[in-house]
Structures are given as structure tokens and as C-alpha cells.
């Protein structure tokens, strides 16, 4: 079965898309068999990795029709494949939530290494669905005190989630758009840290720069754009980082009591 690593947040705006490209590209390019799959109706990581916003063959909303066999895009991200986003995901995923985590999960069947899932700057299936896969939640936080609003609903999901399951979901908090010189973004990297959940924030941080929405416009991941600049190499290890983590293997503490 896929590992499998959801990128999620309910804010928009914060480097879901950015990093779930990241992620997948950096696991593709270390060898690892290696789908994205677009939950977003927007569309971004989608375009970003294929170049075209119309897309003819098996979408994301197709994964719902049991009969259709499943089938993957290539991507201009070397061996990485997408299974591309669709504009009306949100109709079809109002059917039930049953019928999506069904759908969703048709992708174990398949004979990828890593499956990673951008999604929508929304709470509802799209963001849920991939959790019950387990493996690991990832959230980019963007530290103004909106993103410590926000961390408590997003902490609400991971633990709700994660007890409705018999795998394990890993929570993986990381900073990005950190702005060195910016006491108010310090304080708010402070208050995460000192919370329950610090131990969760990754080490590494991403900082604000250029290349990466320049890098993302020309559709390549930041160490291609410009390998020399200290951000490539910034995202290089915390891609590498996620993807340790989910070679862990965690027995949740919910299914550690000695059945099975
Ligand atoms: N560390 C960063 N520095 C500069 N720009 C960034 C950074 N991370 C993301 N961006 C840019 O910010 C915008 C929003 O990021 P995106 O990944 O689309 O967020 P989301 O998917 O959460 O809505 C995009 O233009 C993206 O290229
Ligand atoms: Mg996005």
C-alpha cells in the first residue's frame, strides 16, 4: 500500500499547493513511484505540474465511478504523476461521505511508493476523505495569529480523524512565508512551539521568497528554478523531513491495547 501524506489547511493562501508539489516532486525525484493527486476544484497543483488547465482523461471525480479503471497523467515534474484536479469535485463529493472515502480510497490499490493529496482551502470531504487513508496530515501555517485560530480546528480534525481509524495519521505542523526580521511572526512561532503541539512544528522553516512563486509560474520545483539560493535547499530537507516521518511506523495509541 502507498504512504500516503495529505496537505491540508483550511486557510488559503498559506503553501498547500506549494509544498504537496514539493513533496511529490522531491519523492519522485528520489526514486519513489509517485502520484499527486489534485482534491482542489481550483485546480493549481494541476496546473503547475502539467502545464494545462483542461485536462480529457480520468479526473479526480472519475475515482467515484467504480467501473471506470483507473488512470494517471504525466507530469513535467520527471517521473511524477498526477491524478488531475476537476471544477465540479464539490458535486460530486456532496453524494455521501461514505461514497467519497470509497472513492478515495480506491487508491490503495495501486502500486505507488508515495500518494500525495493537495486540497481545498475548505473544511469538508475533500480535506477529510484523504485523512482516513492515514499517514500523515501535513499544514503549512503562514505565522500571523489567524494560523493559531486556525490550528485549533485543524488539531480537532487530526485527533477526530485519528481516532475514528485503525492506521496512523502523523500530524506534521510547518512554518512557511517566515519573514526573519518580523517580531510578530516570532511571537506567534513562540506561541506554537510552547503549545501542546510544538513538538509536532518541523524544525526547518520556510521563509518568504520569490523563487517560489516564480518557480511555481514556470512550473518546476525551487531547487530547479535556482539550485544556488538558500530557499532550494530550505525545501529540499523539509520535503525530505516529511517523508521520513511517514517511514515510521506508530501504532496509534487508540489500537495499541493488544488486539490485533
Ligand atoms: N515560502 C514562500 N515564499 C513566497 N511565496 C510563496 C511561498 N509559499 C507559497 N508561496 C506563494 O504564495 C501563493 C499561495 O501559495 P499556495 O501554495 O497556492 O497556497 P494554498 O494552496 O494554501 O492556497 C502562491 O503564489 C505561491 O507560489
Ligand atoms: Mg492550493
Redo the contacts with the bound molecule.
Keep these: 500500500m502507498p504512504k500516503f501524506i495529505t496537505v491540508t ?1 483550511q ?10 508539489v514539493h513533496i511529490a516532486a522531491y519523492a519522485a525525484g528520489t526514486g519513489k513511484k509517485t502520484l499527486l493527486v489534485d482534491m ?1 476544484m481550483q485546480r ?1 497543483s494541476t496546473f503547475i505540474t502539467t502545464g494545462k488547465s483542461v485536462y480529457d482523461g480520468f479526473l479526480v471525480t472519475d475515482l467515484w465511478d467504480e467501473e471506470a479503471p483507473l488512470s494517471f497523467a504525466d507530469t513535467r515534474f520527471g517521473s511524477l504523476q498526477i491524478l488531475p484536479g476537476d471544477k465540479s469535485i464539490g458535486e460530486v463529493a456532496k453524494q455521501s461521505d461514505a461514497e467519497a472515502m470509497k472513492a478515495i480510497g480506491r487508491l490503495k490499490e495501486t502500486d505507488f511508493d508515495v500518494v500525495v493529496f ?1 486540497t481545498p ?1 475548505a473544511a469538508g470531504i475533500q480535506q477529510h476523505a484523504p485523512l482516513h487513508l492515514g499517514g500523515v496530515l501535513v499544514a ?1 501555517l503562514e505565522p500571523d495569529l489567524l494560523a493559531v485560530q486556525g490550528l485549533t480546528s485543524l488539531i480537532d480534525l487530526w485527533r477526530r480523524v485519528r481516532h475514528g481509524i485503525r492506521v496512523p495519521l502523523e500530524l506534521v505542523l510547518v512554518i ?3 519573514v526573519l526580521n518580523s517580531a510578530n511572526q516570532q511571537s506567534v512561532v513562540d506561541m506554537i512551539a510552547n503549545s501542546p503541539f510544538g513538538s509536532h512544528l518541523l524544525p526547518q522553516q ?8 516564480n ?3 514556470q512550473g518546476v520545483p525551487v531547487w530547479v528554478a535556482d539550485k544556488k539560493d538558500p ?1 532550494a535547499s530550505a525545501w529540499a530537507l523539509v520535503c525530505k523531513s516529511i517523508l521520513d516521518k511517514q517511514d515510521i511506523d506508530v501504532v496509534p495509541e487508540e489500537v495499541g491495547n493488544g488486539e490485533n
Excluded at 486557510?11 to 504537496?20: C, W
Excluded at 521563509?207 to 512563486?213: A, D, E, K, Y
Design positions: 489547511n486557510k488559503g493562501g498559506v503553501g498547500k499547493t506549494a509544498l504537496a482542489d493549481n493537495d482551502p503549512p512557511n512565508k517566515r520556510l521563509t518568504h521568497r520569490q523563487l517560489v512563486s518557480a511555481m509560474k530557499g
